[in-house]
């Protein structure tokens, strides 16, 4: 068995720099999750570029076979550019890299009524409600195939028929080989077309398909949209068949390379993305974004962007908490409110309730973190470590100067600027000593003529 991925096309319509098929959808270029099924059918696969194909090869599995279509001269131009990988004693399933929903399962159905039937080619068909933009499949009155004719050359009558060729075929080796050097251009694009093929066959079959979805193409931003709603549908339920709770599947975004543990709730508003690693009986959201992240058992993340950060059992976050890259919070530490960590190791049981940015730092366990404490980690030029040992309290309002070490057990008081380390079990203060000034507001009032009124 060979299959070959059809994915040359600029795709003008996505008015994108982005290459039409590198678009993701659940996080995942279009032209991977067709891969990715074909990879499942077993055999060889191969993949037929053209439009930026240094970018796209990028993405290509290694395992993956790449031919190059110099010229972008309609479908069978493209399997002519790469008629080397087509086997005479083998089928030739054909596949395009702007078509993500396709289901292995339907891709087998296909193989097993073109083997059984032995044809020299099977088309797959579909009935769709509008078949604006497909080749339409005629056939005789007895239901025998005739020809595809595409919508570019169909007449009015033709048009209004709603049996569509999908453009996905599995082809005889040997028929195919024999039929590719007598297409012609003959058509209003003056392109060479795959169909052209078949209607070269001596047997032909058609395999209709009832889920029509599956065949959708994206040429546009609109059918982008329109696919990536299915396979979001798609994962979230998979995820909930495997015991996972999802409030709102209308307004939860998981992409498809995130894993999530059985017991989880996902509420409203969470955007998993990236290669996220959720675990067990952990609450997300509502209104939390959470990029390349692992997440450990008994979490719960409020309101609250993470990205990069690795997140052990029984954590808190939030809400609106912000974890940056290379953020690590040890088991039972709480980040609360207005609070952003940045390349910073915190360690179990360790909390910063409120409104406090810890960044390059190295935290101990059981410190307290009092509100508004900065860890002042950039001099202009580069950036500085903090250090605070076990057992440590930063009292709220405290700046930490990097590089700066706070010792074991140590205290800071409240509204310090500590600019130079401080020993364990050290009470550390730094700040002006008050004065007060008695009556000195009332004299000021006289002396201005705008004294207190009774």
Known sequence: MRTMILAAGKGVRMKSKLPKVLHPVCGRAMLLWVLETAKKLGGHVCVVLGHAAEQIMQVVPPDVEVRIQGEQLGTAHAVMSAQDFIDPNDDLMILYGDMPLIKVETLKEVLDRHKTDENDVTIVSTLMTDPTGYGRILRDQTGKF???????????????????????????????????????????????????????????????????????????KVQLAFVQKIKQREILEELMLNGVTVLDPETTYVDADVEVGPDTTLYPMTFLIGKTKIGEQCVIGPMTRIENCTVGNRVRIISSDCVGATIEDDVSVGPYARLREGTVLKSNVKIGNFVEVKNSKIGSHTKAQHLAYLGDATIGENVNIGAGTITCNFDGKKKNPTFIDDEAFIGSNSSLIAPVKIGRGAIIAAGSVINQDVPEWSLAIARCRQTNKPGWVIKKREESGNAFST
């Open 146 to 220: 005739v020809r595809i004719v595409e919508e570019s050359d169909a007449s009015d009558e033709e048009k209004s028929i709603r049996e569509v060729n999908t453009g996905i075929y599995v082809f005889r080796g040997s028929s195919l080989l024999e039929a590719l050097p007598k297409i012609r251009p003959d058509n209003s694009k003056k392109e060479y077309y795959l169909t052209d093929a078949v209607t070269l066959m001596n047997k032909v079959g058609i395999h209709q398909v009832r889920d029509w979805k599956q065949f959708v193409g994206v040429n546009d």
